[in-house]
């Protein structure tokens, strides 16, 4: 006999999407399920689309796989739809017989240092989505009026952050950056970029892919101490044989300090063992003031020294953390569960369930065993209705029909322009594009 489970997921990002695959791979021909993939926004894809650095497209066609995910029988993208403000998590527990919560980790982790509220500090939580086009984010105020800006962090988020500042913007021309970010990137006057580290290089969370990639910048001359490169080996093969990604970022990182330097009026700096003490400013960012760290053993310890840098913009990507959901326990800036068990039949993949960490693909894994164990606690089918009852009758959800309309537009705007596709940023206009 043949049973047909209705799950629930809240989010249209990488997690949900590999999540819903997972559920797909998993039918046969006792065991159905009928998905509903529910999102806030009027747009699918996530960080796919509001994440992914715009001059890095191949990483996007990731968006190829959702779109066959969400083609296969018995999916539905109900778009348009908040957690929360439209639908309770209770409304969706009770009517679905699993609830998946692949909702990431937005808001950016604090630096917590004098100065953080300045002008000109902002996260990279609030960055990225800006010149990526994300409706929530369109008006952040980035100052780009100064010559040099800082991003602290060790992370590819950072690099990312740090690259797009560094950059002609002319590279950013045929991507699908957003076009105010793009206007505001013409009218820069960033032309020296510093990337802050608080460990040694031979801790950083770059991976060796971006780090290759950046003495291939046409405009921009990037710059590493061939002694901190040196140095970081030397720590890391003190304590035995290098683990392989370490050892082939170390060795990234060593062609970059090696890579003969152009004389660019753009420039990218990489810098480690300094840890951010106070953004210095009087109305505004003037300056960073970092404690000088060594490494001693297993530890980072502060000198007691310290290094200023003036600039006028400084960019913390430290890390993000998960926004709390009503109804949902919450545990140190993630989702509270236990290999990706919440309670009853609320489960939770992705940033969510294990914070800010792994590539794109780390969710596929991810969700395939959180998908088992939800497999594994399945009762009785509920065999109940879906939630549309709960939303008002002129609550315009937008399904797979009407977002493919929207992406189809957006993309018929690119290529008039020689880009990917041209984002519409306002969730009205947005909305617009859908009922026409």
Known sequence: MSSTYKVAIVGAGPAGYFAAQALQNSQRDELT??????????????????GVAPDHPKIKTVAKVFEKVAAEPGFRLLGNIELGKDITIEQLRDRYDAVILATGSGLGRKLGIPGEELRGSLSAAEFVPWYNGHPDFVNVDVPLDGKVAVVIGAGNVAMDCARILAI??????????ATHALAA?????????????????????????????????????VHLSGDEVTQALTRAGAKGEIEKETRNNLEAMRLIAEHPLAGRDRSLHLQFLLAPKEIVGKDRVEGITFSINRVDGDK????????TISCSLVISAIGYTAEPLAGVPEDKGKIKNVDGRVEGN???????KRGPSGVI???????????????????????SKGIEEFLPADHFIINQEIWQRINAKEIAAGEALGKPR??????????????A
């Open 361 to 383: 693909g780390t969710n596929k894994s991810d969700a395939a065993d959180v998908v088992r164990l939800l497999i594994e606690d399945l009762k009785t089918p509920k065999n």
């Open 33 to 50: 399920f009928e998905i509903d993939m529910i999102e806030r926004l009027p747009t699918p894809w996530g960080l796919v689309r509001s």
């Open 168 to 177: 002609n913007p002319e590279e950013l021309d045929p991507t699908d950056t």
């Open 422 to 435: 041209l984002k519409e940023v306002s969730r009205e206009k947005l909305l617009g594009l859908g009922k």
């Open 300 to 307: 980072i310890v502060d000198t007691g020294e310290t290094h």
């Open 346 to 352: 609320m489960y939770v993949v992705g940033w969510a």
């Open 185 to 221: 990137f013409h009218a820069s006057s960033i032309r020296e970029v510093h990337i802050a580290g608080r460990r040694g290089a031979e801790h950083a969370a770059f991976t060796a892919p971006e780090l290759r990639d950046l003495p291939k910048l046409e405009h921009t001359d």
